[in-house]
């Protein structure tokens, strides 16, 4: 069954830019994992801070082999210490 992965990040402005590099490398390793479907990077429109990474994914257990991934586990390390808190994420069928 599809599953969708919830992403919710709060960002400074000076933190932008190197966020948008660690994503843009992220993004390039998830386009070819097994089992994604797609995703969107969108921006909370009242909180301009908070930003909401919508992805789709085959199954709850592609999205887990997603999330078990050497390269991503490395990435994800660096977009939490640019943040200074851990990524949370939702998942919904």
Sequence with gaps: MT???FIKRNVS????????VLLKRLRS???MQPGYI??????????AQE???ISSWRSIEDWNDWVNNE??????AEIDTLLGVETEYAIYE
């Excluded at 797609?38 to 909180?47: E, F, N, P």
């Excluded at 390269?71 to 994800?76: E, T, V």
């Design 3 to 5: 599953v969708k992965i």
């Design 13 to 20: 402005d000076n933190q932008v830019a190197e966020l948008t």
């Design 29 to 31: 390793i998830t386009l």
């Design 38 to 47: 797609s995703g969107q990077t969108l921006k909370r429109l009242d909180k």
């Design 51 to 53: 930003c909401m990474v």
């Design 71 to 76: 390269k991503r586990i490395g990435i994800q």
